[in-house]
């Protein structure tokens, strides 16, 4: 069963820093595209980033260019989202998703979800 | 960039059938995909390439597109069905790549 379990959202003021970390099982997770996608209070979803297999291509949204980096540790079958200079319009849920590349340009699993307040 | 715009709400009876559209400029020349989330879960994935249903997505929900518009059709609905429903599609001309739908709340009367 395919499995990604999102950790490390929490509330944190304006210009600081966190690092979300998805754990992935029930697949083969360096054979995968992987994406963080986001979904602010009673917002719609938006996609934030995602990474290559090998983790040789990385892309993000305009909006967080910059700021947040995507990586991924294959070993350890996890992914994660270090994020810097956070703004209040990032407050959302972060949700870790296989898929988005090489024509696989949906999202077929998704972790429940950690959510980001940014706020003073 | 992209925009993908679909109606804030259907209502529809048990029983009946729902149609969720998706209009986007010549959407019919993309893949579609759709998603249904309900209320403080995460999304999950109904229909992917316009219409191939992922294992243990019911028959009843199908999906098309064409020209401008894309459609998510829910046959004999059910009140498990109400949740909110997001298309979505990749666009390499927009600053998003991976563009989502507007919502669209489906509610079971």
């Known amino acids: 069963e395919v499995q990604l379990v999102e950790s490390g959202g929490g509330l944190v003021q304006p210009g600081g820093s966190l690092r979300l970390s998805c754990a992935a099982s029930?697949?083969?997770?360096?054979?995968?595209?992987m994406s963080w996608v986001r979904q602010a209070p009673g917002k719609g979803l938006e996609w934030v980033a995602n990474i290559k297999q090998d983790g040789s291509e990385k892309y993000y949204v305009d909006s967080v260019k910059g700021r947040f980096t995507i990586s991924r540790d294959n070993a350890k079958n996890s992914l994660y989202l270090q994020m810097n200079s956070l703004r209040a319009e990032d407050t959302a849920v972060y949700y870790c998703?296989?898929?988005?590349?090489?024509?696989?340009?949906?999202?077929?699993?998704w972790g429940q979800g950690t959510l980001v307040t940014v706020s003073s | 960039s992209y925009v993908l715009t679909q109606p804030p709400s259907v209502s529809v009876a048990p029983g009946k059938t729902a149609r969720i559209t998706c209009g986007g400029n010549?959407?019919?020349?993309?893949?579609v995909h759709w998603y249904q989330q309900k209320p403080g879960q995460a999304p999950v994935l109904v229909i992917y390439?316009?219409?191939d249903r992922p294992s243990g997505i019911p028959e009843r929900f199908s999906g098309s597109n064409s020209g401008n518009t894309a459609t998510l059709t829910i046959s004999r609905v059910e009140a498990g069905d109400e949740a909110d429903y997001y298309c979505?599609?990749?666009?390499?001309?927009?600053?998003?790549?991976?563009?989502f739908g507007t919502g669209t709340k489906v509610t079971v009367l």
């Open positions: 998703a296989r898929g988005g590349g090489d024509g696989y340009n949906f999202f077929d699993y």
């Open positions: 010549n959407i019919g020349s993309k893949s």
């Open positions: 979505q599609v990749w666009d390499s001309s927009s600053d998003h790549f991976y563009v």
């Open positions: 390439y316009d219409s």
């Open positions: 029930g697949f083969t997770f360096s054979s995968y595209w």
